[in-house]
């Protein structure tokens, strides 16, 4: 099994940046994939950006430009680093990692940006 635990989130206003953390624990030799999801009030869960064992990465549109995930591997992390934030970027985050044996939610971290 492979523990997730999120940090970084919070209140910012728009244009600010928020940095998200996620640090992995457990079976971690298994991650194939890590990523992150938001869920907004009402809306379905969506991944904002990904990043595999090789290092690719994948961003929904509305994150290019904007946001960079990258991972450190000495720390067993990946991180979110968010910047130009908007209001409709306000959600709870998640991360999550794929392995090979299934796959893995942090709880959750809220970040709410201000207009």
């Known amino acids: 099994q492979v523990q997730l635990v999120e940090s970084g989130g919070g209140l910012v206003q728009t244009g600010g940046s928020l940095r998200l953390s996620c640090a992995a624990s457990g079976s971690i030799r298994s991650i194939k994939f890590m990523g992150w999801y938001r869920q907004a009030p009402g809306k379905q869960r969506e991944l904002v950006a990904g990043i595999s064992n090789g290092s690719s990465t994948t961003y929904v549109d509305s994150a290019k430009g904007r946001f960079t995930i990258y991972r450190d591997n000495a720390k067993n992390g990946v991180y979110l680093q968010m910047n130009s934030l908007k209001p409709e970027d306000t959600a709870v985050y998640y991360c999550?990692?794929?392995?090979?044996?299934?796959?893995?939610w942090g709880q959750g971290t809220q970040v709410t940006v201000s207009s």
């Open positions: 999550k990692t794929s392995t090979g044996y299934g796959e893995y």
